[in-house]
């Protein structure tokens, strides 16, 4: 490798980071760099004070020219999508992204913390070595303007020239920190293909999308509007304030004492909203205040705040956010969570009755015509755009990682259907209850709702739980459910579910409720017996039905406990589909002198590695049988709470993780020929990429949906299928 700049940056702005994004704040004119604290290769730390009007040391831009030209190698944290922007902006010196090396992103491509203060306390960096935690009260004491009403407005070496001085020793020991964790993280997934992959991720966000701000700021203004008119409403009708504290007073009230509302919060709102039983009255009264509660309009604030001076959005989208299986996650704007709407655009009908809708809210009356609420959240994806004499290419894999689960696990069946372009969910559900797909298709949508809810809830070893999250969204009735399937399944399926009903009951029984509930929020377990065992069965059925992705969930497990117990041999799963004929999966846990190593190693057959930090076992009880089994346990952070902790997993989770790193390895590989091939991207989610191409019939849709199923020899076999359509604003 060559010489190493180790580089961080502290910098003073007016722009509120957190609120415009690193783009727009490195774009602001009072944006300035303060500290420069650097060191070269084993080097002393040293910093450069920028604030004393001396200029830079020679070898520091000596290194940032060699940096630039590739002659050396930049390590900074965060650089990428901070400092990088920084620099270019303030000092005109813009280091192209191969010559950097991010620790966060290297942080990321191997599941630990982002932070530099937490992946020294995750690595184990000694006290003397590590982030100084007191440099955040530094921060906020000269990297921002101080409160209107203050007399200083900025608070500089001149005010507080002992806290300078402790903030330039800051600056050196962030060096010193960074320097240590980037020797200590591991090296095994920083390889070209991801190197390459992230140079087009930076190129992305580089590139950023254009914004109608029009439509943005029109659909503002008319969700203020609306939200008081309903405030103003539900007074008026119902004496009580829809976002106060006698709301649920009052709604009880309007209920009646048939009904037990325990709460206020969305889901039980949802949840009486979708009983027939409720009165209108309680259902106008909730209506109204999920109108008034709705957060949609929040999503319009991210995009504007943002915005830079050529009307683009910039740096929406992060590089390994997701981190354990390193797809990408949102920034500030969240794309990836973005409401699906009100508004179905399948046929160009539908999409012209769309654009009629957003046109009324662009001119200010589409209150006299439309549903205020729904076209708001509906309006969020449009307003993403494409510039003058440009179009949107979009394309989206199609149920990839159902594809990707049916490929590891080797479940020939599932491979047919999709090979064959057949309705995966008749096949399943003609599969689970013996009847002909085809007659589902055209006479039982119900079990092809089933089968549905199957194929998204099940695959990675979910019950009862996973299956009802997914009927849920697909609209199931499960009481109707229960009583159009009553006594259609074998007994055997039937004898099975009585007994994990039983068992399920007793374990559920004494659970506490959650801080603010009445009783514990238990939604599998408070459903009616019957259709609790309807649920289980149907459960039983789909596995009986996937005996290949069942074995896949038990290969997997065992291979991980077989490879933590054995450390540095490695163990296999999954189907035979790799280029030299071994199976889909590696398991293997290090060995760091000749000891059991602290990580656990999954290669996917891309040869990216899944890391599990601190991996180990632990002895826990059985749900189902009562017996003590061994449990996986590995240090992660807390999906809930975020926090660095013990975590633990399964066979099922495990493939899960499995499934989703491949699925994401399979359309990162293809953005770099994507964008040789003159498509450039502005933006991905989940496993859609959005491009920006000239408005002429040399681009479409289908090539762009070429170029992303490309089959490539490590996922030969696969059967990879994309859909795509041309948009002048995006949609779902």
Known sequence: MPDILFADIET???????????????????????????????????????????APPRELLRALRKCASGKMKLVGQNFLMFDRQVLKNAWGIDIPPKHIIDTMVLAYRNSLPGSLDALCEVLGIPQDLAKDKAGKALIQRFCKPTPKNYKIRRYTADTHPEEWKRFVSYGKSDITSMREVFYRLPSWNDTAIENEILCVDQAMNDRGFFVDQDLAFAA??????????????????????????????TLKKVAGPAFYIPNAQKATMTDLLNDPDFPDDGKELITMRLEAASTAATKYNPLLNGLSADGRRKGTVQYGGAKRTLRWAG????????????????????????????????????????????????????CIIPAPGKKLAVADYSNVEGRGLAWVAGEISALTTFRAGLDI?????????????????????????????????????????????????????????????????????????????????????NKKPKPGEEKANRPAYDLPKKVWMTCDSIK????????????????????????????????????????NGDRAIRVVRTVKNGNPGWWLKIELPSGRFLSYPGIGLSASRNEETGEEETRIKYMGENQTTGKWGWQYSYGGKFVENIIQALCRDIMAWCMPEVEKAGYPIIMTVHDELITEVPDTDEYSADELCELMCEIRPWFRGFPLKAEGDIMYFYRK
Request: glycine letters at 8%; aromatic letters at 12%.
């Open 12 to 54: 003073f702005s007016e722009a509120d980071l957190k609120k415009v994004g690193s783009y727009r704040y490195a774009e602001d004119p009072t944006t300035e760099i303060m500290l420069f604290p650097y060191a070269i290769d084993d080097g002393p730390e040293k910093c450069y004070d920028a604030t004393t009007g001396e």
């Open 220 to 249: 503002i203004q008319a969700d203020q509007q609306h939200k008081e008119e309903v405030k103003a409403l539900a007074r008026k009708k119902y004496g009580c304030s829809v976002t106060g504290k006698d709301f649920l007073p």
């Open 331 to 382: 920034r500030k704007f969240q794309p990836q969570n973005l409401a699906r709407g009100f508004y179905s655009c399948e046929s160009p009908e539908e999409i012209a009755t769309f654009e009629k809708a957003l046109k009324a809210l662009k001119k200010g009356y589409a209150k006299k015509i439309y549903n205020i609420g729904q076209l708001v959240v509906s309006a969020v994806r449009p």
């Open 425 to 509: 969910y008749c096949q399943t559900a003609g599969k689970m209850f013996g009847m002909d797909p085809d007659y589902i298709k055209a006479n039982r949508k119900d079990l092809r709702q089933i089968g549905k809810a199957c194929e998204l809830g099940l695959g990675y070893q979910g019950g009862v739980s996973a299956f009802l999250q997914f009927a849920k969204t697909l609209g199931l009735d499960l009481f109707e459910m229960a009583e159009t399937m009553d006594g259609t399944f074998p007994d055997h399926i039937w004898a099975s579910a009585r007994r994990g009903y039983e068992w399920a009951r007793i374990q559920e029984k």
């Open 540 to 579: 039983r059925m789909w596995r009986e039905a996937h005996p290949e992705t069942v074995r896949l969930w038990d290969d997997v497990q065992t291979a991980v406990i077989r490879a933590i117990k054995n450390p540095g041999k490695s163990y296999w799963a999954g189907a035979e589909v790799r280029e």
